[in-house]
């Protein structure tokens, strides 16, 4: 299995998953609204955390972002790379019509945080996150205060965040 049919969003009252041993690379996001989940367990498959540092491209590579201010016009049109007929179609030369601040699409990154979000699922006593490709601690699963289960043994995780001395 690696990925959840659509249908199992219809079973929202659903208290215990058990998911190992199959092939998820993510925990599946329709999960993070089963407010009712009680455990979980994805022992034994692909699953992967990233540092949400490395997810904000958008201030650590502003660089990489096109801007107005970069464009000019040439003065002579046989300068150009484009054909005239390039040059006057409205995708090329509507570049006055772009906003000031851009966008990842526009920059050519698609940006997706496809961290899953524990905070939610307020009723979680336990979860096997074992045996998977996890590097980072999901940090949002420092705010389950009734969490009494949790196993992440056999990862690539390094340290634990300060959070979760508090836990």
Known sequence: LTDLPSEI????NLKDVNLSENCLKAIP?????FTSLVTMNFANNLISVS?????????????LKPRLENKFELSNAEDSIYSEEELNEPSVSSCSKLPNKSNSVDSGI?????????????????????HNEI???PESLSVL???QSLNIS????ACLPPTLKSV
Not at 52 to 61: G, I, Q, R, V
């Open 110 to 130: 698609l940006l997706m945080d496809n961290s899953f979000d524990f905070s939610n699922l307020v009723n979680l006593t336990s979860i096997n996150l074992s």
């Open 154 to 157: 056999h990862n690539y995780m």
């Open 29 to 33: 996001q329709v999960l993070q609204n």
């Open 51 to 63: 540092d949400h540092k490395s997810l904000n491209l958008e201030e650590d590579f502003e660089f």
């Open 145 to 147: 205060i009734n969490l």
């Open 9 to 12: 969003s219809q079973l929202c």
């Open 135 to 137: 590097q980072f601690f």
